[in-house]
């Protein structure tokens, strides 16, 4: 046996179900990586350059199932993940099965516990990065289930992400992971096209703006970690910039939107928070406090 072959060895057979954007790039990942690589796809086409590039074409979903000890689902929507597993049939019993699949907590909760009925062991990833960031340092990747999973396939994990970090025993927690970071970063992008519209009705260029504004900007992510302690404390008390000084400056932004024709909505939904809060005899509170608002359960 050849250094070469003896290394392909010792890389755990990798089976990749489903060659979107995504599974395509984690299929060419492994292959990089040097693992014994699976593949199938419902349109069985999208394998060709992967099969040129050395992997393996299954015709079945079973049969890609049958050839990988680490079987890896990446389809669109985990009720396609769990009937793709299905197809698979007895050959999901003792293997490992990472689903790489988006959707709510509740559905890879639900996946995962059908795939361990199977005997099979289950590990949840959520991908925080583009196909093209599969395989770097710096991509981040959120792994909830199998403890066992995420540590016998370790180095194979690497190749999906750099910074690939296991945050629960529980399947659903990685979807929640994803979402919170999404919908941050949805709510401050948001924001910043606000200010970008409201900005170039005055002709000015966000651009120009961020030049002067951009450390008041940046400043913003520094203030999350006293945020999030208050939320976990539930105690908002604050000496300065509490919620009373807060509404005179969104009033302003929300008339300003109006007198220019920029949408108000979104800046609405601001006001609408901070003056029930104020109302309810809040003002004197920090921001964080409009967490109770947004909780409604
Ligand atoms: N693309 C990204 O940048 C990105 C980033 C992070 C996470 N993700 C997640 O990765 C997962 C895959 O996304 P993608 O971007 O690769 O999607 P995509 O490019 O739209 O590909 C969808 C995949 O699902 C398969 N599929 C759809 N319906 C199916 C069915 N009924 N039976 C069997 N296979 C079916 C498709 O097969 P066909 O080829 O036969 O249509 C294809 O392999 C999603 O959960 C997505 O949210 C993607």
Known sequence: MNNASARTDARAAVTVLGLGEMGFALAGAFLDGGHP????????EKADPLVARGAERAATARDAVAAGSLVIVSVKGNATARA????????LAGRSVLNLTDGTSAEARGVAEWVRGQGARYLHGQIMTIAPGIGAAETVVFYGGSDAVF???????????????LISADAGVPALYGMAVHGT???ALNGFLHAAALLSSEGIEAKRFLDEAGPSVAALLGSFPMIADEVDRGEYATRFGALQHHLPSVEDLVRESRERNVDSEFPGHTLGLVTRAVEDGHGGDSYSR??????QF
């Open 84 to 91: 793709v597993l299905e197809a698979s049939g007895d050959a």
């Open 151 to 165: 540590h016998d396939f370790r180095p194979a994990l690497r190749l999906i992400g750099g910074r690939g970090t």
């Open 290 to 295: 409009l967490v109770e608002y947004l909780r």
């Open 185 to 187: 970063m949805w709510g």
């Open 37 to 44: 690589t699976t593949v199938w796809n419902r349109s069985p």
